[in-house]
């Protein structure tokens, strides 16, 4: 398996690729084929980015990634919210594998623009970054919980489950 | 089965996928599925300041069931067109002689909607 | 090589595995089938607030219940190395039996053959359980 850093060959390669998603028209795992050996980004459920390099998945749309990192994104400091990220934190987690219902998005990661976001944001350590995440989680948890209470005196349901926090 | 063939008709023109965590991703339509997972090419966030690492994703996988909304041109929806193929869905119209069921009804609808 | 593939090759390796509710089990792989479904071995669970660890000795999952597994880094390597083996052991036997000419003593050497297949597999694992159990001794 190649390193994903050819962007000129992959380039080029983009037409057969298409002709081999034609081929295989309109399954979830075509749509995943472009992506393999290249570096993507990966957004699951529980809110977690991740950025590593596709190395293989199946018709569950199953993800293998290597060197994997996960990165949190934070507001500014004493912000409470997740809306304009100042900070962020990452670590390097390796090897992932990830069943494929607990994913939300995927896309291939342009290696040469990658960075460029994170240049005026503050780089913060990864622990932090984690526990501030969680105490904001918490409390969100805490409103949906409150809310999904009164929807339901109400006669209303929503369908907030814990795990949904992208 | 016809919102897939719907979503195929809707291939290469410009989308906007309003996922359930209230993000709104805007693309050209690539490719959809039977779960109607999408494909979305030369992708743009509206609210690109709460998602600035998306900047350097060009495509992007959405799986289908996190969608809520799919936001379309109405220039892109042939309605009279979709109305018949609703009405004359599979299951109102028997499947004509000698030809497998699965397949009549996929290609009633592709017939209707000129794919 | 499709993920679960992969998986089955991290056998009695140790992996990381997190659940839908946050619950994350350390432990050595000891079987996974192909719904994921997995039994771990001498497992630490860690609770979804990372604030209760309890010691396991033998665990089952049911792999609808999985967020996602974190394999050792040398796993993508090892399960190459194995598909090559692999490969070459049938492409070997393919060209053995294409050389034959087709009769009954073919099908007996052929026969043979397999069973001989079969013994290598066990001793192949026979080596590497040696391995892992030397491997372990050397880490304590």
Redesign the interface.
Known sequence: MSAPNSRSISDGSSNAEDLY?EAY????A???V??VDRKI?LL???GR?LFGVL????QF????L?DTTE?I?LDAEGSKS????ARFGETY???????????????????D??D??LEV?QNIPFEAAEAEL?AIQRERVQAEKQKTKSLLSRGLINDFT???L? | MLFFSFFKTLVDQEVTVELKNDMEIKGVLKSVDQYLNLKLDNISCTNDVKYPHLNSVKNLFIRGSTVRYIHLNPNSVDCTLLQDASRRGPWFKPPSKGCPLAHTKLQCIIDRLNI | MLPLYLLNSAKSQPILVELKNGETLNGLLTNCDSWMNLTLSEVIQTSPNAEVFTKIPEIYIRGSHIKYLRLPEQTMDYAKEQNMINMEQRNKNQNRRGGRPNNNSGNFNRRRNDNNRGGNYNNRRGNSSNYHQSHGAGDS
């Open positions: 998603l028209a309109f399954t979830t075509a749509a995943l472009g992506s980004f699951l459920r529980d980015n190395r293989t998945f199946d749309a199953n993800l293998v290597q990165r994104y997740l809306e304009k990220p987690r390796g090897v992932f594998m990830v069943r494929g219902e607990n994913v939300v998005m995927m896309g291939a990661v342009d290696i623009h990658e460029e976001h944001l969680k814990k795990s949904d992208y």
